[in-house]
C-alpha cells in the first residue's frame, strides 16, 4: 500500500513538472512573440539583453542567497577558456531565437528549431567526421521532410526570420557539440549554466544592444503610449526565461530520457496550438501536416538514439551519438528545447 502511493505520488511529481515547464516555455515564446508584435519593441537584441540580466540575477538569488542549488566551482582560468567560448555561442542561439520571432509565426519558428537533431549529426559527421549507424541517418529523414513541407506551405514565410531560425539550430547544435570538450569534468545542472553563462552574455550582447538598437529604444520610449505596462510584459519575459531554466532542472530528475523526449516534442505542439489561438496566424492544412511529420520524427529520433545507448559497445565499432545513462548527464548545457527566450 505504501509502494502504491510513493508511486502515484511519483507519478503526479512528474506530471506536475512537465506541466511547469510547458508553462514556463509556452509563457516565454508567448510573451516574447507579443513584445515584437503588439507592443512594437522590435529589439531582439536588448529583449535578450534583458532576459541574461534576469537570469543572472535569478541564478545569483537560487544559488547565492537562497542556496536552494549547490554552487558547482569552476576554475577561474576555465571561466575564460571554457566558459567564455560557451556564452557566446549561448548568445548566439537566443538572440537568433528572438530575431525569428521577430519575422515568423511561433508556429513556423518552432518546427524550424526542430530541426536541430539533424544540424548535429550533420556537423558531427561533416567537422568532427563522427560516424553514425544508419538508423540514425533513417530517423532524421522525417525530420527533414517535415522541414521542407512545412516551409514550402508556410504562408507567413519571412527570409529572415527562416534564416534566423535556421542558424539559430546551428547555434544550438555548435553549443551541444563543443560542450562535450569545453565543459569536460564539470556537471553543471541548468541553474549552474544560466549562473556562470548569463553574466558573460549579457557582456557580450550589452555593448552591440546600445549600438544598433540603443537610439531605437529611446524613440520608443517616447513614442510608446503605456510604457510602464509594457516593461512589465517586457522584464516578466525575462523572469519567465529564468524560471524556464529551473522548471528544465526538476522535469529531468523525475522523468526519463525517452519521457523527456516525448514531453519536449508535445511541448512544442502545444505552443504551437497555444500561439495560433493567441495570434490566429494562418496555418494550412499540409502545413500542419508538415509540422506533425516533424515532431513525430524528432520523437523517433529520440527514441532510436535511447534504443543504440542500451546496447553493449562491441570494440572496434564506431560509436553513435549517445543518449545520457543517467538523469545527471541529462542536463542540458541551456534549455535547447526552448529554447527557450
Not at 549507424?133 to 525530420?143: G, H, N
Amino acid at each position: 500500500m505504501e509502494d502504491s502511493k510513493t508511486s502515484n505520488w511519483g507519478m503526479l511529481r512528474t506530471v506536475l513538472s512537465i506541466l511547469q515547464w510547458w508553462a514556463f516555455n509556452v509563457t516565454v515564446i508567448i510573451m516574447n512573440k507579443w513584445i515584437f508584435q503588439n507592443l512594437d519593441f522590435k529589439f531582439p537584441l536588448t529583449v535578450s539583453c534583458i532576459h541574461f540580466i534576469c537570469s543572472a540575477v535569478g541564478a545569483y538569488i537560487v544559488i547565492k542567497l537562497l542556496k536552494l542549488k549547490p554552487l558547482i566551482e569552476v576554475d577561474p582560468e576555465d571561466r575564460w577558456r571554457r566558459i567564455f567560448p560557451m556564452s557566446f555561442v549561448f548568445c548566439i542561439n537566443i538572440v537568433l531565437g528572438n530575431v525569428s520571432l521577430r519575422y515568423i509565426p511561433v508556429s513556423f519558428m518552432q518546427t524550424i528549431k526542430s530541426f536541430t537533431p539533424a544540424t548535429t549529426v550533420i556537423l558531427q559527421w561533416l567537422v568532427w567526421g563522427k560516424v553514425f549507424e544508419w538508423r540514425i541517418w533513417a530517423s532524421l529523414v522525417p525530420i527533414v521532410g517535415g522541414i521542407l513541407l512545412t516551409s514550402v506551405t508556410e504562408l507567413s514565410f519571412d527570409i529572415s526570420g527562416f534564416c534566423a531560425a535556421l542558424f539559430g539550430c546551428l547555434a544550438t547544435s555548435t553549443k551541444t557539440i563543443l560542450a562535450e570538450s569545453l565543459l569536460h569534468g564539470y556537471k553543471f545542472d541548468s541553474i549552474n549554466t544560466v549562473y556562470y553563462m548569463a553574466p558573460f552574455a549579457t557582456m557580450i550582447l550589452a555593448v552591440p544592444a546600445i549600438l544598433l538598437e540603443g537610439a531605437g529604444v529611446f524613440n520608443w520610449f517616447y513614442t510608446h503610449e503605456s510604457v510602464s505596462s509594457a516593461m512589465f510584459i517586457i522584464f516578466g519575459s525575462g523572469v519567465s526565461a529564468f524560471c524556464l531554466n529551473f522548471s528544465i532542472f526538476y522535469v529531468i530528475h523525475s522523468t526519463t530520457a525517452v519521457t523527456f523526449n516525448v514531453a519536449g516534442n508535445l511541448k512544442v505542439a502545444v505552443a504551437v496550438l497555444v500561439s495560433w489561438l493567441i495570434f490566429r496566424n494562418p496555418i494550412s492544412v499540409m502545413n500542419a501536416f508538415g509540422c506533425a511529420v516533424t515532431l513525430l520524427g524528432c520523437t523517433f529520433y529520440g527514441y532510436v538514439r535511447h534504443k543504440l545507448s542500451q546496447q553493449p559497445v562491441v570494440p572496434g565499432t564506431p560509436r553513435t551519438p549517445r543518449t545520457p545513462r543517467s538523469r545527471m548527464e541529462l542536463l542540458p548545457l541551456v534549455s535547447d528545447k526552448q529554447d527557450k527566450v
